[in-house]
């Protein structure tokens, strides 16, 4: 008897403990409220000059479609970067999107970018946002966020956070 009822309470303890968990109410994700997409932003940039020259948007062919979703836009911008009196390394990049819901994807990564004193370039980057709604009543959009880390030439590190909406 002893014994059926030392194998008896573990189950009904577990059953118990599913049971409380399968009681909790199914959480609702509101949307969170997009960071202000009014403009284009750049902050920490010092005397380095950041322009968006271009910003172009389309949707997604079929074929370009990951699994699971139903439809989706690409943006195409340019960035265009101007040296002042320094020049600027920038070493690492770290790309965001912000949508509806909060972060939907970050990438880290290495970065290789040289800017001497005066100079000018363009970089450019495609941001990709997709449902699987397939009538989703309003338009995909969003934030693509951008932090690059390096220095300036002189040695002094350098932070700039770059938000471009994507609209």
Known sequence: MDRC???????VSL??????????????????????????????????????VKIEKRPLAAQELIPGTAQGVRWEYTLRFKGAS???TISRLKMTIIGHLGEIKSEER?????????????????????????????PLAG???LLLEGKEDQGNDLRISIRVPLE
């Not at 009822?5 to 573990?10: E, M, R, S, V, Y």
């Open 110 to 138: 290495p970065f290789s970018f040289h800017l001497d004193p005066g100079d000018e370039a363009d970089l450019t980057f495609t941001p990709v946002l997709s449902t699987s709604l397939k009538d989703r009543p309003e």
């Open 5 to 11: 009822i030392a194998l008896f309470l573990p189950v």
């Open 143 to 145: 934030v693509h966020q």
């Open 86 to 88: 320094k020049g600027v």
């Open 15 to 52: 059953l118990l403990v599913i049971g409380a968990f399968a009681c909790q109410p199914r959480r609702v994700y509101e949307p969170l409220p997009l960071p202000p997409r009014t403009s284009f932003q750049v902050e920490g940039a010092g005397a380095l000059v950041i322009e968006l």
